[in-house]
C-alpha cells in the first residue's frame, strides 16, 4: 500500500489542490479510551481498510494499533504538517485536504472512522468554500454556504465507502438540531443497514463544555435502514455502549426511535471465524483408539487426546465432557493416539509404534505420516473453538467446545473465532447467526451436491458466507442450546425461526 503514497504524490502534482489553514479551534483530540472503543463498535477483520480523514494528533491510529490493525490497511488525512511519531502507524498523508483528495478516490474503504472538523462554511476560504457548500450524495443535498465542515465531512465520505462497509464519527451535538443537518438527518440511514446515534450528557473534551454525539454506520448499501438511538450520561457508559453489540438492552424510549427492525448488518464469516480441516492422522485406523483398546494396549491416557471423529459426534450445541464421556462409554474411536517425544520410550507405546502395517501398526507410508516429523505427531490447530461436518444433512452448524484440550480429527472442521476473548454468549450468538433464514438461503445456493442429493460445503464455502451481526449475545447460549436441540431431532424450520427471532429477521424479508 505504500505505492498509495507515490500515487498520491502524482494526483497532487496533477490534480488541483485546496490548500487550507485549520483554525486551531477546531483541533479537538479524541480521547484514546474512546478512540478505541468506536474502533471496537465498528468490528475489525483481517483484511479491511480503513480510512481516518482528519487524523491530527493521531489518536485513531494508535487505538488501530493497539487493536492489532496492520499499519498498510490504514489510510490518514489531514491538512495539518505537523508530523506526530505516530503518523508512521498508518499510511499518512500530512498536508492533504480531504473534501478534495476525496474527489479522486472512490468505493476503497471498508471502515471510515474520526472526529471530523468543527468549522462553519463560511469561514472556509473561498475555494474550499465552494467545494463544502457542494458536497452531495444520492438524495443528500448540499449542505450550503451555511453549513458547517464535519457535515461536508460525513457526504464526502460515502463515495469513499465500499459496499458493506462502516462508519462511526465523534459529531457535534448539533447532529440533532442543526438545520444545516436536516436533509443528514433523515436521508443518511438509507444508505446504511443499521444507523445507531449514541447521544453522551458528559463532557467528553476537556476544550468543548457541549455533550456530543458519535454515530455508527452499519452496512453501507444494505437494503432497508433501521435507526437506533442511545442516551447516556457518563462518558463510561458511552463507551461501553459503542463497544458492546447487546444494543437490544438498551433501546430508549424517546420518539425520535424508529422501532423498526426490517433488516440487519451483515458481514463475512470471515471476519467473524477462520474454519480449517481438524488434524490429518495419515492412518485413522492406528491412531483412532476405542476406549477399550486404549486400555487393551496399556497405552496410558496422558499419551491420548480426546477428539471428536465423526458427524454423528456432534449432537448439542456445546461439546462438553460429559458428551465426549458418553462416547467413550459406547466404545466409539474418541481418543487420538498423540505421544509426546519423550513418552515414545515407554515400553506399550514403543510397542505400538514398532507394530507392523499388517498387524495393526501405522502405514509409515501414508502419504502424510511420511511427511511428519516425527511421524507419530499428527498436527492439530492450536485453538479450537467448535467443530463443523461439512457434509451433515442438516447443518452445517457450529458445535462449540466446552471441553479442555478436545480436538477432531479431518472428518470434521475446526472452527476458531477471531475474538479470543469473546465470551461463550458472543459465540453462540454467531452460531445462531448461521441457522437464520438469511443464511440458509445462502447455503442453498452455494451447496456442492453429490450422487445420492448428499450436500457438501468446503471451508471456504462457509467462509464467504455473509453472516446477520447479532445485535444481542445476552442469553444467546440457552437460545443456541435449543436451536440445535431442535435441529438435531429433526425440527431444521423449529431451529431457523429461533435463530430468526433472535435476529428479529421473522416475518421481514430476506435481502441477500
Ligand atoms: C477535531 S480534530 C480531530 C483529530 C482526530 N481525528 C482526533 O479525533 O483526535 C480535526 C482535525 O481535522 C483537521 N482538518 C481540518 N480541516 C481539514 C480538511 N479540510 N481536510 C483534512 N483535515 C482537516 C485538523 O487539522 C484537525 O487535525
Not at 478512540?35 to 468490528?43: P, Q, W, Y
Not at 494499533?65 to 500530512?94: C, H, M, Q, W, Y
Request: with cysteine.
Amino acid at each position: 500500500m505504500d505505492s498509495l503514497k507515490i500515487q498520491e504524490t502524482r494526483i497532487q502534482a496533477l490534480g488541483p489542490v485546496i490548500r487550507f489553514h485549520a483554525p486551531a479551534s477546531c483541533k479537538v483530540y479524541t480521547p484514546l479510551e474512546l478512540a478505541t472503543a468506536m474502533i471496537s463498535g465498528l468490528g475489525i477483520s483481517s483484511d479491511g481498510v480503513w480510512l481516518e480523514p482528519s487524523f491530527g494528533r493521531a489518536v485513531f491510529l494508535r487505538a488501530l494499533k493497539n487493536l492489532g490493525v496492520a499499519r498498510d490497511r490504514v489510510v490518514a488525512i489531514d491538512v495539518d504538517r505537523r508530523p506526530t511519531p505516530f503518523d508512521e502507524l498508518a499510511i499518512s498523508l500530512r498536508g492533504t485536504e480531504f473534501l478534495g483528495w476525496a474527489g479522486h478516490h472512490q468505493s476503497c474503504f471498508d471502515r471510515i472512522i474520526g472526529n471530523p472538523p468543527y468549522v462553519a462554511i463560511e469561514r472556509l476560504n473561498s475555494r474550499l468554500q465552494s467545494l463544502a457548500a457542494s458536497v452531495s450524495w444520492g438524495s443528500i443535498k448540499p449542505i450550503g454556504l451555511n453549513g458547517n465542515l464535519w457535515a461536508a465531512f460525513l457526504v464526502r465520505c460515502l463515495r469513499l465507502m465500499r459496499p458493506g462497509g462502516c462508519m462511526s464519527f465523534v459529531l457535534p451535538a448539533a447532529w440533532d438540531y442543526a438545520d444545516y443537518a436536516e436533509g443528514l438527518r433523515r436521508e443518511l440511514p438509507k444508505y446504511f443497514s443499521r444507523l445507531v446515534i449514541h447521544r453522551c450528557e458528559d463532557v467528553l473534551f476537556s476544550e468543548v463544555q457541549d455533550g456530543c454525539v458519535v454515530l455508527q454506520a452499519f452496512g453501507f448499501g444494505g437494503a432497508k435502514s433501521e435507526t437506533i438511538r442511545f442516551q447516556y450520561s457518563s462518558a463510561a457508559d458511552l463507551r461501553s455502549g459503542l463497544a458492546d453489540g447487546s444494543l437490544q438492552s438498551r433501546r430508549t424510549n424517546t420518539n425520535t426511535v424508529q422501532f423498526d427492525f426490517p433488516s440487519c448488518a451483515r458481514i463475512t464469516a470471515d471476519s467473524v471465524f477462520n474454519v480449517r480441516l481438524g488434524g490429518v492422522t495419515g492412518d485413522a485406523k492406528f491412531f483412532l483408539l476405542k476406549e477399550s483398546v486404549r486400555k487393551k494396549l496399556n497405552i496410558p491416557v496422558s499419551a491420548c487426546r480426546p477428539v471428536l471423529s465423526r458427524a454423528r459426534h456432534l449432537v448439542k450445541a456445546f461439546a462438553n465432557k460429559q458428551m465426549w464421556k458418553s462416547f467413550r462409554g459406547e466404545d466409539e474411536r474418541v481418543w487420538l493416539f498423540d505421544p509426546k517425544s519423550s513418552q515414545a520410550r515407554l515400553t506399550a507405546i514403543r510397542r505400538y509404534l514398532q507394530l507392523p502395517a499388517t498387524e495393526g501398526g501405522c502405514n509409515r507410508k501414508a502419504d502424510w505420516v511420511g511427511r511428519r516429523k516425527p511421524w507419530y505427531r499428527v498436527r492439530i490447530p492450536k485453538r479450537i473453538h467448535g467443530f463443523v461436518s461439512g457434509t451433515s444433512s442438516r447443518g452445517p452448524w457450529i458445535c462449540l467446545n466446552a471441553m479442555p484440550r478436545l480436538a477432531a480429527t479431518n472428518t470434521l472442521y475446526v472452527v476458531e473465532f477471531k475474538d479470543l476473548d469473546s465470551s461463550r454468549d458472543k459465540r453462540a450468538a454467531w452460531c445462531l447467526s448461521l441457522l437464520t433464514s438469511d443464511v440458509q438461503t445462502q447455503l442453498q445456493k452455494i451447496a456442492r451436491v453429490y450422487a445420492g442429493g448428499m450436500k457438501k460445503f468446503e471451508p471456504a464455502d462457509l467462509l464467504s458466507l455473509k453472516l446477520p451481526v447479532p445485535f444481542k449475545y445476552s442469553g444467546a447460549s440457552a437460545e443456541y442450546s435449543r436451536a440445535i436441540k431442535m435441529l438435531v431431532s429433526g425440527d431444521c424450520e423449529g431451529a431457523m425461526q429461533l435463530a430468526d427471532r433472535h435476529f428479529e429477521l421473522i416475518g421481514k424479508p430476506t435481502a441477500l
